[in-house]
């Protein structure tokens, strides 16, 4: 890339002059916009553990053993699945859409969660009840 057209090349998210030589950037994820997902039952893309994710977000709780947030979600991609993430290590996450709705075999009471801060679907009933 040319010198000049490096320098008006910029991170989108904070400006910064942007070069493709030095590692990526990871931006961290706020516990509110972690919220605001879960409400308006979006589906996000992000990444996690070097992984990149898309998912949608069920529970936004604390854990049983460390009280760290966690958040229960329906993975797509890259394998399909539930799983439980820590919140601390999701980053750069961005709209990938809406959720196609709450999943037939979702259950807001999971067993490693403690303490429940935001659900998606408050008012279903328990898987089995």
């Not at 936004?60 to 820590?86: D, F, I, M, N």
């Not at 980053?91 to 075999?105: F, I, L, T, V």
Request: proline letters at 9%.
């Amino acid at each position: 890339m040319p010198a000049q057209q490096r320098a008006e090349a910029f991170h989108p998210k904070v400006g910064m002059p942007f070069d493709p030589r030095t590692p990526a950037m990871h931006f961290p994820v706020s516990l509110s916009e972690i919220r605001h997902v879960i409400r308006r039952r979006k589906r996000v893309r992000f990444r996690y553990l070097r992984q990149e994710v898309t998912a949608d977000f069920y529970i936004l709780g604390q854990a049983w053993k460390t009280s760290a947030y966690v958040v229960h979600a329906w993975c797509v991609e890259p394998e399909e699945g539930w799983r439980l993430l820590r919140y601390a290590m999701i980053q750069n996450m961005e709209s990938a859409g809406e959720m196609e709705g709450p999943r037939p075999d979702f259950d807001p009471y999971h067993r490693d969660i403690q303490i429940i801060d935001t659900l998606a679907y408050p008012g279903l009933p328990r898987r089995g009840a």
